[in-house]
């Protein structure tokens, strides 16, 4: 585990909570991006669990997307379409649990999507479980094959923790990203079956004292001569909001920055879920050239041309050290993950 970083000064304090009021600016701003396309009806319950999420063609991933995070217990979608082109909003404005919001705004210029989040989040989640995550993020946690969100979140409640890390695991598959016969989604999906264990490293970084964690297979394979430009990895998707909550960086940090100690990375004995990262699917080598040419996601995107162009040599990314994905006790066993002494639900006459 991390060392805890150093009571902050009152000139950190005050710095932090200059900056939290800062971001909560932007996302209110940031609401004249955003138009309503269309609410569900009826009234949520007051324990419901909410999921936010900013998306941009990602048509081949939403129908699993839905049903997973719909399995395990999520009871909102609030989700921002990105000028979408490829029937994603079309697809998400039909869901009868999914509230959206279009925007053509610049995805860099509000910050990856995090002001368009945070202003959500602040309007919508206040007093709620919420969840945030990428469309090519799926959330599991110990025990959810039998357990739900709501059993994690009474767990966390019963703790008095308000917010769960994550390490965001890698999948990809064995053989090229793209294999010389196409798939269809399902079977693309099921290729995503290998992950990197034992290779990640924890910083803490100043000011925020928020984690930093690398590793995993991009860091192997495509950042081994530049270790320090490799992707970071910890999140904290999983948070009861309070209005004047704000994400910094991603779910990568939040403020106030006591949020940020909730999750040490792998190795952290604390309750903990894991982020199945499906972006190695076949797709990544086209939308690798087009995001390249798009420049939206890096803040130096010239920095990554390296990176787009390894991707679009279509590589095999597995060896022979690869764990294979089988069910969340293959992430616990791995230490990437923890059940922190949590049994699961204990249901009546099990």
């Given at each position: 585990?991390?060392?805890?970083?150093?009571?902050?000064?009152?000139?950190?304090?005050?710095?932090?909570?200059?900056?939290?009021?800062?971001?909560?600016?932007?996302?209110?701003?940031?609401?004249?991006?955003?138009?309503?396309?269309?609410?569900?009806?009826?009234?949520?319950?007051?324990?419901?669990?909410?999921?936010?999420?900013?998306?941009?063609?990602?048509?081949?991933?939403?129908?699993?997307?839905?049903?997973?995070?719909?399995?395990?217990?999520?009871?909102?979608?609030?989700?921002?379409?990105?000028?979408?082109?490829?029937?994603?909003?079309?697809?998400?404005?039909?869901?009868?649990?999914?509230?959206?919001?279009?925007?053509?705004?610049?995805?860099?210029?509000?910050?990856?999507?995090?002001?368009?989040?945070?202003?959500?989040?602040?309007?919508?989640?206040?007093?709620?479980?919420?969840?945030?995550?990428?469309?090519?993020?799926?959330?599991?946690?110990?025990?959810?094959?039998?357990?739900?969100?709501?059993?994690?979140?009474?767990?966390?409640?019963?703790?008095?923790?308000?917010?769960?890390?994550?390490?965001?695991?890698?999948?990809?598959?064995?053989?090229?990203?793209?294999?010389?016969?196409?798939l269809d989604d399902a079977?693309?999906?099921?290729?995503?079956?290998?992950?990197?264990?034992?290779?990640?490293?924890?910083?803490?970084?100043?000011?925020?004292?928020?984690?930093?964690?690398?590793?995993?297979?991009?860091?192997?394979?495509?950042?081994?001569?530049?270790?320090?430009?490799?992707?970071?990895?910890?999140?904290?998707?999983?948070?009861?909001?309070?209005?004047?909550?704000?994400?910094?960086?991603?779910?990568?940090?939040?403020?106030?920055?006591?949020?940020?100690?909730?999750?040490?990375?792998?190795?952290?004995?604390?309750?903990?879920?894991?982020?199945?990262h499906t972006k190695f699917?076949?797709?990544?080598?086209?939308?690798?050239?087009?995001?390249?040419?798009?420049?939206?996601?890096?803040?130096?995107?010239?920095?990554?041309?390296?990176?787009?162009?390894?991707?679009?040599?279509?590589?095999?990314?597995?060896?022979?050290?690869?764990?294979?994905?089988?069910?969340?006790?293959?992430?616990?066993?791995a230490r990437v993950m923890?059940?922190?002494?949590?049994?699961?639900?204990?249901?009546?006459?099990?």
């Open positions: 585990m991390a060392e805890a970083p150093p009571d902050p000064t009152i000139r950190q304090r005050l710095a932090r909570d200059w900056k939290r009021r800062r971001l909560l600016w932007r996302a209110f701003r940031s609401r004249h991006d955003l138009a309503a396309v269309g609410r569900p009806g009826g009234r949520l319950a007051r324990d419901a669990i909410l999921a936010f999420a900013v998306v941009r063609n990602e048509m081949e991933r939403l129908p699993h997307w839905l049903d997973h995070h719909r399995r395990v217990g999520v009871d909102r979608f609030l989700i921002v379409d990105n000028g979408s082109d490829d029937g994603s909003a079309e697809l998400l404005a039909a869901q009868p649990d999914v509230a959206l919001w279009t925007t053509q705004a610049s995805y860099r210029g509000a910050r990856f999507g995090r002001d368009w989040t945070n202003w959500l989040l602040n309007r919508h989640g206040a007093g709620r479980w919420c969840l945030t995550l990428d469309a090519d993020e799926l959330f599991v946690f110990p025990y959810y094959d039998r357990a739900t969100l709501h059993d994690l979140v009474a767990e966390l409640d019963r703790r008095r923790v308000t917010a769960l890390g994550a390490l965001m695991v890698e999948l990809y598959p064995k053989g090229p990203l793209q294999p010389a016969q196409p079977a693309a999906l099921a290729r995503m079956a290998w992950f990197d264990a034992g290779n990640y490293r924890t910083a803490i970084q100043a000011p925020l004292g928020n984690r930093w964690v690398q590793g995993g297979v991009r860091d192997r394979v495509f950042f081994k001569a530049r270790p320090q430009r490799a992707p970071t990895l910890n999140k904290l998707p999983l948070i009861r909001w309070r209005r004047g909550f704000a994400y910094v960086n991603s779910t990568h940090s939040a403020l106030p920055a006591r949020l940020n100690g909730a999750w040490d990375g792998p190795g952290d004995p604390r309750l903990s879920g894991a982020l199945l699917l076949p797709s990544i080598v086209e939308k690798s050239r087009s995001e390249r040419a798009r420049g939206q996601h890096f803040n130096e995107p010239a920095a990554f041309d390296d990176y787009y162009a390894a991707i679009i040599r279509n590589p095999d990314l597995w060896l022979s050290a690869s764990r294979r994905l089988a069910g969340w006790e293959s992430l616990v066993r923890s059940a922190g002494g949590w049994q699961g639900p204990q249901r009546d006459g099990s």
